[in-house]
């Protein structure tokens, strides 16, 4: 055996340390890793138990749910058993029934025929009507009582051909008798004879006759008068009157008679009832109608309206109105309208009563729609209504004509008070037009009620709107304007003299009529939220669909405010190009006459008696009042955004153009921020400061101490929010005007 050095010794003793170092570690792991196994596997041996307990649960539940299911067959095939026997049992009580009955049917039919009681006999036979004939019969089989039943039914059937017949011959007797309550009385029968349809047109048939009565003497009335009185002196409601009572009569046999048709023929006859009526009532209604066109000459009119519209010449024009006064049309129309709400509100009775009626039978709301529909396109389908809709279609445009040819005189007649910011033409345009549509919407004919807005939106577009744009263009306020200078060397004759008082009249003009279209705007929106109102109290019954075709076209007849408002606009901008623009500037170039390179003496001078914007303050307020006691506010209001933004303008040309000490810029941020843009804001109700922002950034960066301070503005890092309208090589300029910044420095500044 080798001995070894020490020094090898002592390497191999650290190399077996080294080992078991590591081998103790591994130890540790893999026992660390055992103690995780065993938790895992007492988990899984805890899961193991709970799954044989589920599993001996499951299969109980099932043993218990098959014991359940086997009942349950059971039990529901006993049911089914009971149910059979039931229903053989109830039919076998039915026709025992039937057979007691038929034998009571039989001897109460030949005593009551006996008696002439026929509503006892019809009552007898509607009995037998009802019961199962071929299960009686397989009844007599059973009971060897055939031949008995069916002698009784023979002697049923015969009863109910021989109760027909009579019936039917006293009905007749009773319509010739004009026996009232006979026909009544009979008219009960016929349903229980099963004979719903021949008692509904025999008896409508006797009711047309009365109401072509009625209408044939209202009519004849009516032509008596009418060869009595002369076009003009007969009453404007005579034929509101006559179709009034007319209406009322059929509305009156309708509500009559319904009880009666509901009780004795059912739910969902009505609407045959109203067929048969209805019918009648077109044909006399029409006649009315007719009658009314011819004597009041209301196609003829509409017709010559019409070849007016498509010649539209000046002649044309001319000849029509000496034939058509549209004063005289009033009456007419309003006539109109009223008989178009009388019938309106005679088929809206009709439509509410057949509605009620089929309410009973019709259950899902598909049903309901559509039995909806099937009675819209009864009453769009009726003779009366489309005569009516014939009629609304001439109203419309003997209406448009009325209402346009009233604006254009209510234009000629413009007069403008001494002490009124408006003209009467504004106030009788639209007296007009808000009678002409209100006047459409009590015909309650949803389209006329929509085409005469539409018209009215363009009357007030085309013709009114148009004409106060044409007034202020051409008004030579605007086109020939005086100053004072101008009126002295008139008055002097060194120049064409001035006539004032034209001048005056011609100011006075514009500015009615500009305030004419401002007011319009106002007057517009009124009229529109008015109507919806009104469309709600006067409409409440129409459909959806019909509440938002009109609410549509009102939205419209508020957007025609934009003509005005374009108006408006026009007439400012005239009016500041004109009269205002030439004198705002020699009053800014004022600023150029004032140093702005100052020392801590002159700004101390300049705080004691300001050089510049209390001036100039004074006499832009000196103009704008020559128009503020005689523009709206809103004009007035909008004229001095037109001034602002001039002077904005004006403004930053003149202080470009000068050089500024640290006190300068102080002064000229003083005079624009705190005293010139505080007495605009304060005249307006709303602010201008963004007309100001360009010349504002400029003041504030004149107003900077240092370069350094700008840069903090400019810097969107610094947390200072600015949105600057000011371009890089405009900030250097504008720094440049500073006299103590170096130019150098300026240049070296990143933007």
Known sequence: ?????????????????????????????????NVETQKNEKTLLEIRDAV???????????????????????????????????HIVEECLQR?????????????????????????????????????????????????????????????????????????????????????????RLFKIFPLLNLHAVGLKKFCTYLCSNISDKAQSLLETARSSIKEANRKDLSTSFFVELITKFVETVAHAVETYEPLVETYYGSGYLFHFVEYIQSECDRQGVKMV?????????????????????????????????????????????????????????????????????SAIDKTHKEKEDRRKQI??????????????ELIGDYITIEEYYMRQSVKKAISMEQIEENSMTSSMVDDVFFVVRKSVRRALSSTSVDGICAILNHAISVLQEDFATVLHEKLKGNSYVVYTIDLSQAYYSMIGTSAPVDMDLYDKNRKAFLANLNDADVSVDYLRTLAENLERETDATLPEILDLEKEKIRSTLAELSQAA???????????SQLHAAILKPRIKPLVDAFNSVNHDITEEEYAVYETTDPFVENFVFNIQTLLGLFETSLTKNNFEHLVKYVATEVAEQLEKCVV????????????????????LHYLSSITGWSIRDKFARIIQIVTILNVDSLNEFLDLWN???????????TPSEARLILALRTDFRSDEIKRLKL
Request: hydrophobic share 40%.
């Open 376 to 389: 819209s396109r009864f009453l769009e389908a009726s003779q009366l209504n489309r005569t009516m809709q």
């Open 562 to 572: 934009h003509a005005f408002r374009v108006v408006v606009d026009s007439g400012i």
């Open 96 to 184: 025992i029934e039937d057979v007691l009955d038929l034998s009571f049917c039989t001897e109460g039919v030949r005593l009551a025929m006996e008696n002439e009681e026929y509503e006892v006999a019809a009552m007898h036979v509607n009995r037998f009507l009802k019961m199962d004939k071929s299960g009686l019969l397989n009844s007599a089989d059973d009971m060897q009582q055939r031949s008995s039943l069916k002698e009784s039914l023979s002697l049923l059937q015969e009863a109910q051909h021989k109760l027909e017949t009579i019936i039917n011959v006293r009905f007749e007797e009773a319509l010739n008798t004009a026996d009232v309550a006979n026909v009544e």
């Open 716 to 726: 969107p890092a610094s947390g200072i929010s600015l949105s600057w309208r000011i």
């Open 52 to 86: 044989v307990l589920l599993e001996d649960e499951a299969a109980h539940l099932k043993r218990t749910l098959g014991f359940s299911a086997e009942l349950a067959d059971s039990v529901s095939g006993k049911i089914r058993h009971l149910d059979s026997a039931k």
């Open 657 to 676: 153009k000068q050089k500024y000490s640290r006190l300068g810029g102080l002064q000229v941020d003083k005079e624009i921020r705190s005293r010139l």
């Open 290 to 358: 007719e009658e009314f066109v011819r004597f009041r000459q209301f196609s003829e009119r509409a017709k010559q309206i019409r070849n007016f519209a498509r010649r539209s010449t000046k002649s044309t024009s001319t000849s029509l109105h000496s034939v058509i006064d549209p004063l005289e049309l009033e009456a007419l129309l309003i006539e109109v309208t009223v008989i178009s709400t009388r019938v309106d509100l005679y088929l809206r009775f009709l439509r509410k009563k057949l509605t009620a009626d089929f």
């Open 1 to 33: 055996m080798a001995y070894m050095h020490r020094q090898e010794a002592e390497q191999a003793f650290h190399k077996l340390c080294a080992e078991e170092d590591e081998l103790n570690r591994e130890i540790g792991e893999l026992l660390a890793g």
